[in-house]
């Protein structure tokens, strides 16, 4: 894929993920002024970016077993995913007065993105072959910029009132169901829609090589997810101890987590060069490095927070998308929307678990140490992909190189 032609669907599809999945994070770039408003405990605030996790959770699971992503027209599938996730997060400013509400329409536009990422993915699949770790990465790309847009709109445009935040995001993931909805197609790599087998989102665990590359992702995502929701509220504490306005926070929060657009790319690039072990792994060990040391900053001077926040953001989302590029090359081609449903259901369904425990461990070993318990997952990332590696199926990923 090399003339501008031919890589028009890639970037009109990754600037659809981009607008789409903006709505993720945009109740955490407003934390502050919610807690403020609400009253809202620490367990309050986690459960604003639980909801959406167990909304996508609970939407994946169900599009796996009926097979929506390999049997459905998948342009109007994400058109009408980020119409309603977007249409949802726009009645928590217009409707919600407390947590109550808005954890449920929060749910619900999670149930609603379960058809925009892994569709994405798929739609991403079926355009590119020899450089698929490029392709998904540019989206995986989009995805982390789209993640990290309320904090840029939280940071330029100030963050007392929360409500503009939200209707912002609320209109770029309509914008984005548009793009994907009228302005990208399948590619001439699809496959045939199989017959409906709602077994297969069970059966697919007995290949091994699928296995060992979903418990690579899940390591991943046992980091990914709790860094994202709670490295923005770290920076804040960093900044207001040296008196540096919330604004320049949220700022702060956005060039962290953007820095990942960077990383899927140039990670993209590698992988398809070099091997998709290979960079998942050192992916892993900077990304483990940075979750050890960051807290070892904290109360210093915020430039060097920095610094090594900007390295864990480029380096902790780099090997997302070769996890599911790399299980796209090992599954059988009819059922690739319906394998990487069920791998992100489940890395998103873990992710619950460290976004959830982050503010409780903060509270009893403080921020110098809360990030630690992060590492235990690119730890087990990296075992998973070495036994990957020695495995003759590798040779189907990156054309072969493994």
Known sequence: MTSPRERRPLYLLSLAELLAMSVWF??????????????LTPAGQAWLTLAVQLGFVAGAFGSAVLNLADRLPTSRLFAGAAFLAGGLTALIPALA??????????????????GVYPVGMKIMATWTR??????????????????????????????????PVLYISAGLAVAGGAIGGWLVKEGPHRSEAPAFDWKYAGEMWRQKE??????????????LYAMWAWVPVFLAQVFGARGITGRWASLAGFAVIAAGGAGSIVAGRLADRFGR??????SLAASGACSLGIGLLFGGPPAAVMIVGIIWGFSVVADSAQFSAGLSELCPPDRTGTVLTVQTGLGFLLTLVTIR??????????????FALLAL?????IWAMARLRRLPEALKMAGGRR
Request: charged content about 10%.
């Open 26 to 39: 945009s109740a955490s770039a407003v934390l502050p002024s919610l807690t403020r408003e609400w009253a």
């Open 277 to 282: 072990t290979s960079v998942t792994m050192a």
């Open 377 to 381: 997952g690119p730890l087990m990332g």
């Open 357 to 370: 425990l982050i503010p409780s461990v903060e509270r009893v070993v403080t921020w110098r140490w809360a």
């Open 130 to 163: 020899e450089t698929r770790g490029f392709g998904i990465g540019l989206l995986v790309g989009a995805l982390t910029l789209g993640s990290a847009a309320p904090h840029l709109v939280a940071g330029l445009g100030g963050v007392l009132r929360w409500q």
């Open 210 to 223: 699928l296995a060992l590359a979903s418990l690579g992702y899940f390591g991943h995502m046992w980091e």
């Open 97 to 114: 007065h407390g947590l109550g509400a808005a954890v449920g329409l929060r749910f619900l536009a999670g149930v609603c993105l379960a």
